[in-house]
């Protein structure tokens, strides 16, 4: 019998890049995380020339671990590694919780742009008396042609066609330790609006400040059931900040902030303990809301629950406005990983939770997840009292 191994066509990027991200903007999460994960400080993402395909670019550039010529090769050009699912899963430096462990991410830079440009200074595992990182006299650049790889039919071709080619450069004196990616040659022109809307959606690579602190002061209880989404046991120094600038054509619009969920005329937060068999529901209205409804109160739901049927631990809170829609680069309700936003990603027309659909079918009068769990739900003796559905767009929402 003859041994045989598997031939892979090229189109596995582009099947790839497309099923693990919707939108541009999730695909730039994506290059973002990389950089958290190699115990950057800063990451700046900065944009040129947007509107003419031929020379618009968008840079990504962080002061991180950086890579050298092996660590590119079994990193960068290996796909689905185990770099980070070996060891403990957390960073050497900062031990921060690897937000990565499928080794496909860089894949979404493909969906960006036709080619991908990266210089890289790897640490050399001293550090300058600012804390920063200082990097070997020798980095590596590269450059990979995806239009050049989607003409060869399978990965044996690459080699030869010139796709994708690394080399050394010496650093001639000081340098620092870090990153850059340069994406050229994007696959759309933007337009403005087109930024703005990516201005939002980048925003929410991070969790915003009314999920991580204190629901607003419009709320008739403050604290509700949780002070903070992302509080956590203070672990000793994993906690080493991280920025995200925005710079060039991306210099940012406001982001979504406590004016937009001051707004809402109730929220909703959910704690779901699958150790204790329980998750705890809570709600509140706004003050403005009870003002007008005065039977509008604080309620308070403990559900018990099968810890096999639920076992998933998550805390969640969701912003709700009446009758009308957050703006759409904020509504819906997203999932967030170690502070990182994770799929599903609950933006528009992704309906993870069914409401949409649940809204415009409205098969029995309860939605279809809630279904037989009638009799936990408080029931009150309110006139006015009614099942409203709602579809996502009156839900901004967050859970982790
Ligand atoms: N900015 C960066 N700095 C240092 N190394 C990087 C950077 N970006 C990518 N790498 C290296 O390339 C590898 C591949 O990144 P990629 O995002 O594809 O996979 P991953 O992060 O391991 O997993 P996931 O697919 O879940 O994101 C990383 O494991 C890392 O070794
Ligand atoms: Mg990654």
């Not at 693990?20 to 950089?35: F, H, I, Q, R, Y």
């Not at 239009?147 to 066609?161: A, G, H, L, V």
């Not at 997203?334 to 949409?356: C, Q």
Request: net charge positive.
């Amino acid at each position: 019998m003859a041994r045989a191994t598997f031939t892979v066509d090229t189109q596995l990027f582009r099947e790839l890049g497309e099923l693990l991200v919707g939108e541009d903007a999730t695909a730039l999460t994506e290059l973002v995380k990389n950089s958290y994960d190699a115990d950057s400080r800063v990451v700046s993402i900065a944009g040129r020339s947007l509107g003419k395909p031929e020379n618009s670019l968008i840079t990504i550039a962080d002061d991180g671990v950086g890579m050298n010529g092996e660590q590119f090769n079994h990193g960068f050009l290996t796909v689905a590694g185990r770099e980070k699912t070996t060891g403990d899963r957390r960073s050497k430096i900062y031990r921060r919780i690897y937000t990565g462990e499928k080794g496909v991410g860089r894949l979404a830079a493909r969906k960006l742009a036709k080619r991908l440009e990266v210089e890289s200074w790897p640490w050399s595992g001293k550090l300058d008396v600012q804390g920063r990182l200082i990097s070997q006299p020798t980095g590596i650049r590269a450059t990979i042609d995806w239009d050049k790889i989607d003409r060869c039919r399978t990965f044996d071709d690459i080699p030869k066609s010139g796709a994708v080619r690394v080399e050394t450069i010496p650093a001639n004196g000081f340098r620092l330790a870090g990153t850059t990616l340069t994406l050229r040659r994007l696959r759309k022109s933007w337009t403005k609006k087109d930024i703005e809307k990516f201005q939002r959606r980048a925003l929410t690579f991070r969790p915003p400040q009314v999920f991580t602190g204190q629901i607003p002061e419009t709320f008739v209880a403050r604290p509700l059931l949780l002070k903070s989404l992302f509080s956590q046991p203070a672990a000793s120094n994993s906690e080493e900040p991280f920025r995200i600038d925005m710079l060039g054509a991306f210099d940012i619009v406001e982001p979504p902030g406590v004016s937009d969920a001051a707004a809402a005329q109730w929220v909703l937060e959910i704690l779901s303990e699958p150790k204790r068999g329980q998750v705890t529901y809570t709600m509140a209205p706004s003050q403005k809301f009870q003002r007008k409804y005065p039977k509008a109160q604080v309620e308070r739901a403990v559900i018990k629950v099968k810890r096999a049927q639920n076992p998933i631990p998550f805390r969640g809170r969701i912003y709700n406005l009446l009758n009308r829609s957050w703006d759409g680069s904020i509504a819906g309700v997203r999932v967030y990983m170690n502070g990182f936003r994770v799929l599903p990603y609950g933006e528009a027309k992704n309906d993870w939770l069914g409401l949409d659909d649940d809204t415009t079918s409205r098969a029995r009068d309860l939605l279809r997840n809630l279904k037989g769990l009638a009799g936990d739900i408080p029931r009150s003796a309110d006139s006015e009292e009614e099942t409203k559905m709602q579809r996502n767009s009156a839900y901004w929402g967050l859970s982790r």
